[in-house]
């Protein structure tokens, strides 16, 4: 019986591997440009455009930036790469998710690791790293929600939280991909260079 297809020919001419990914298959380039075509809430949003998990990784990590200025740069590279591994597996709502197992939190920790041994990160985040990502990832879940996503304030509350008053205020923008692509590669390039910065001091 003829095994089954598990790799995919990325834009870079890398062929990543879905069930053994490995660092050197990853390239920056391919993550931001699958990123920036991998639409939030199953493209279910408000708007000419749909809202990008690229856009969505540049939200989050300016929210943990907001919740903890002095944080290094290696952990915002984090929160960054946070949702990454969609640039492969795609954007699944959490009832997806849910019904479709355990099966896909696996490959999305094979692949998290894989991406954050390639930027120089550990391939599992510090607990307290992890939560605070989560924090503003749940921030932005709400700003989305309310914003584009047709979520009363009310429903938003109730499924993720209040947010912090002065993050609420924050403005979603709708964009087409290739800016939001090229933002997403201007910041990780910017958080590389002042890790690098920030080694040396």
Known sequence: MKQARAWQR??????LDLLD????????QDIAHGLAFVARWNGQTTG???????????LVEDIVGRLEPALAARWRLAALLHDAPEYVIGDMISPVKAAVGPGYGALDQRLTA???IRFGLPATLPVPIKALIKRADTVSAWLEATQIA????????RFFGKPPADLSTLTLALRPPAPVRADYIARHQALIAQIDAEARA
Not at 10 to 15: A, D, K, P, Q, V
Not at 21 to 28: M, Q, R, S, W
Request: net charge negative; aromatic share 8%.
């Open 10 to 15: 990325m834009l870079s001419g890398r062929r």
């Open 114 to 116: 894989a991406i954050h």
């Open 48 to 58: 000419d455009w749909p809202y990008s998990v690229a856009e969505h990784s540049l």
């Open 150 to 157: 047709g979520f009363t304030r009310a429903e938003a509350d």
């Open 21 to 28: 990914p490995t660092p050197v298959d990853i390239e920056l």
